[in-house]
């Protein structure tokens, strides 16, 4: 044994009453912490020329990913996103533009049947303009679905049903009137006194 162990022995108990101050361990922790966040942190990022590389690349890339999701977000193809904006009948369905044609000169020619005073005086406008508003909606809805739908044959015969529809709303509304108009002529007029 040499003296040094000898002493240690011999003086054990005095060295055992001296405790570290409770700061130390604090201490010591946050300078391991520093160390780790050092070493962790790469080093071509430390140079301020290529953090503005890494920026400019991730704006490309987003930039790039928006720039694609709004091309192929309509229609699959930046062509389907035209054609679902403004649909071309004509050359989707020949039939169908020459229906929409016919239908639509038959309905404003029984739209000019109608005499507008007559149906806003019997209370019938609000009833049956609703009724053609919800048709147009629905017709607007279906010529879009037109061009994204792979069953034409279906949405043709929703959409001409549609105009027919139309068309009969504006002949009950002629009907209507002139009923009206002929009740109105065989009601004896009352004599005043």
Same mark, same amino acid.
């Given at each position: 044994?040499?003296?040094?162990?000898?002493?240690?022995?011999?003086?054990?108990?005095?060295?055992?009453?001296?405790? =570290?101050?409770?700061?130390?361990?604090?201490?010591?922790?946050?300078?391991?912490?520093?160390?780790?966040?050092?070493?962790?942190?790469?080093?071509?990022?430390?140079?301020?020329?290529?953090?503005?590389?890494?920026?400019?690349?991730?704006?490309?890339?987003?930039?790039?990913?928006?720039?694609?999701?709004?091309?192929?977000?309509?229609?699959?193809?930046?062509?389907?996103?035209?054609?679902?904006?403004?649909?071309?009948?004509?050359?989707?369905? =020949?039939?169908?533009?020459?229906?929409?044609?016919?239908?639509?000169?038959?309905?404003?020619?029984?739209?000019?049947?109608?005499? =507008?005073?007559?149906?806003?005086?019997?209370?019938?406008?609000?009833?049956?303009?609703?009724?053609? #508003?919800?048709?147009?909606?629905?017709?607007?809805?279906?010529?879009?679905?037109?061009?994204?739908?792979?069953?034409?044959?279906?949405?043709?015969?929703?959409?001409?049903?549609?105009?027919?529809?139309? #068309?009969?709303?504006?002949?009950?509304?002629?009907?209507?009137?002139?009923? #009206?108009?002929?009740?109105?002529?065989?009601?004896?007029?009352?004599?005043?006194?």
């Amino acid at each position: 044994m040499s003296k040094l162990e000898q002493f240690i022995r011999n003086n054990r108990q005095e060295f055992d009453t001296f405790e =570290p101050d409770s700061d130390l361990w604090k201490g010591i922790e946050q300078k391991l912490n520093e160390k780790e966040k050092k070493s962790i942190r790469l080093l071509w990022f430390q140079t301020p020329m290529m953090r503005y590389a890494a920026a400019a690349i991730i704006v490309f890339i987003m930039g790039y990913g928006v720039f694609q999701l709004g091309r192929y977000s309509a229609g699959g193809t930046p062509e389907g996103r035209v054609a679902t904006a403004n649909p071309n009948v004509t050359q989707i369905s =020949p039939e169908l533009a020459q229906a929409e044609a016919y239908y639509t000169s038959l309905i404003n020619e029984e739209k000019a049947l109608l005499d =507008p005073k007559e149906v806003e005086a019997l209370g019938l406008k609000d009833d049956f303009n609703e009724d053609l #508003v919800v048709l147009d909606s629905t017709y607007k809805n279906l010529k879009k679905e037109l061009v994204t739908e792979p069953n034409k044959d279906r949405i043709i015969a929703a959409m001409v049903k549609n105009l027919q529809l139309r #068309v009969e709303i504006i002949r009950q509304q002629i009907e209507t009137l002139q009923r #009206v108009n002929k009740n109105q002529r065989k009601e004896p007029k009352s004599l005043s006194i």
